[in-house]
């Protein structure tokens, strides 16, 4: 069956103090319209000798994302937003293509700064921001951007996306799908599967699972 885009949820961690990456509260962030999450690698571009075909090898990858937000100052995690817009202070935001409830939803999450936040002010218009929310390193080693997919409802699974542009996401075959090149990633699949992935729920209980 075909996912629509009325069906996806942005959360925020309200949790306190934030961001509580280990026992995170996600609150949907249901005042937000239009969104468009990336994942655009940049690219290393390689001419050789060997060929007259332009090639490249991926790099780094943005997983930014942009959505048209409600002015909407009676809620909460609006004031949130739009606080970290005025300010350096940061969010930790989950990305989803379907709700928390349901199994097989996947997206991102990840430490964000607020960067953007003008709209129109057209007379015939309801007030918008246009949000953009860029990942941060916060200083936190735990604390990376990682891919999150419900594997049980109410629980989503977080797998880490290394610092080489590498990671391993188990998919719904339950395949590993590796991204980067192959003795990398099978090396950081083992050493994930070591470590062990950890697991949070929306009553933010995080444990180890094997």
């Known amino acids: 069956m075909a996912k629509l885009g009325l069906d996806a949820v942005a959360y925020l961690n309200t949790a306190t103090p934030p961001p509580s990456w280990a ?13 468009t999450e990336k994942t655009d690698w940049d690219n290393a ?5 060997r060929s007259w075909i332009k090639q490249g090898a991926k790099t780094v990858v943005d997983v930014g994302v942009t959505c048209k937000m409600l002015r909407e100052p009676g809620t909460a995690a609006y004031a949130t937003i739009r606080k970290a817009l005025w300010s350096r202070q940061v969010v930790d935001v989950m990305f989803l293509d379907a709700s ?8 991102v999450r990840y430490i964000a ?3 953007k936040g003008g709209g129109s002010q057209n007379p015939n ?4 921001r ?3 929310f860029v990942p941060f390193p916060d200083g936190d080693p ?3 951007p990682s891919w999150a997919q419900v594997s049980v409802a109410g629980t989503a699974v977080f797998t880490p996306i ?21 003795a990398a990633a099978a090396e950081l699949g083992d050493e994930l599967r070591a470590q062990g992935r950890r697991r949070s729920t929306s009553q933010g209980v995080e444990v180890p699972v094997g």
């Open 162 to 182: 290394n610092a080489a542009g590498t990671a391993t996401l188990t998919g719904a075959m339950g395949d590993d799908i590796l991204f980067g090149d192959d």
């Open 113 to 115: 700064q607020v960067h």
């Open 142 to 144: 735990t604390h990376l």
């Open 130 to 132: 246009e949000i953009d």
């Open 45 to 49: 571009e390689i001419i050789i000798r």
């Open 100 to 107: 928390l409830a349901t199994v097989g939803a996947e997206g």
């Open 23 to 35: 026992t995170p509260t996600w609150t949907p962030m249901d005042f937000i319209s239009d969104l």
């Open 125 to 128: 218009e309801a007030l918008w």
